[in-house]
């Protein structure tokens, strides 16, 4: 939804269901639900895994009339649960892959009317996003993990990109913006005058820092045989990228700090 893939991905799709003269919306989603599986299956046969969580277009709950997918989403804004803030998440950022795009756009500008107006629920994802703190110690150094599968790392994805994309996901929506990509939210947040073009820029720059050192990685350990992951050894990468993994982290503690007076109580 946002076009920022790396090669480890799993599938988040869904279907906008337009609806025929008479047609009810279960008629629609039982003819279709078939032809979503075939896609699924077919994706997952090209290595792109099944969703873990089950956010697929063969599943009947993500399988929706518009305005099916106005009532869900007017549901998670305005009553903000814990597994609404997940939903939201991934949701939120959606595109149209093939279709007549309208029923999409039009879903996307009735969210962006409908969130801005619900400040409770900005503020909940606020409070979410910031359980994520960035990895740093108090001696301003890199913490890695002490043990688990994954020892003496940090996770790129979860640790250094996520609060870009919670961040940017929940000023965009703030404003309105109905952009899906991070650097572009940021940038259209910025021109509209809700945050400041330089801060905003250092935020972009690392965002596109760290897609490049997770493809680099994904690179090395498919040249490897290794299975992908996010997690990467600080102490592995050379000087120069062990400065700018540490500048991207005060860029992410920046941003929260923004994102914390702005919007969390």
Not at 23 to 39: D, G, K, T, V
């Amino acid at each position: 939804g946002r076009q920022e893939q790396t090669l480890k991905t799993d599938q988040d799709n869904g279907m906008l269901l337009e609806l025929g003269n008479g047609q009810s919306a279960e008629e629609a989603r039982q003819a279709l639900l078939p032809l979503a599986r075939r896609i699924n299956a077919a994706l997952e046969s090209c290595g792109f895994p099944r969703c873990p969580g089950n956010i697929m277009a063969e599943n009947p709950a993500c399988c929706l009339s518009l305005e099916e997918w106005r009532q869900r989403f007017a549901r998670w804004v305005d009553q903000g649960a814990p597994e609404h803030l997940l939903d939201a998440s991934i949701f939120f950022d959606l595109r149209a892959l093939h279709g007549d795009p309208r029923p999409a756009e039009e879903l996307r500008a009735w969210l962006g009317a409908h969130v801005p107006a619900n400040e409770r629920f900005l503020h909940q994802m606020a409070e979410n996003a910031l359980r994520m703190r960035p990895p740093l110690t108090w001696l301003d150094n890199i913490a890695v993990s002490r043990g688990g599968e994954h020892p003496h790392t940090i996770n790129l994805k979860r640790q250094c990109s996520t609060p870009f994309v919670d961040g940017a996901r929940i000023y965009a929506l703030a404003a309105g913006i109905d952009e899906t990509n991070t650097v572009r939210r940021l940038r259209a947040v910025a021109g509209s005058g809700r945050l400041p073009q330089e801060e905003v820029e250092g935020w972009a720059a690392s965002w596109t820092y760290l897609q490049s050192l997770r493809m680099q990685l994904h690179q090395r350990q498919q040249a490897r045989g290794e299975p992908l992951s996010n997690h990467i050894n600080p102490d592995q990468l050379n000087a120069l990228d062990q400065r700018l993994l540490k500048e991207v982290l005060h860029q992410v503690r920046r941003l929260q700090t923004r994102l914390a007076l702005d919007y969390a109580t």
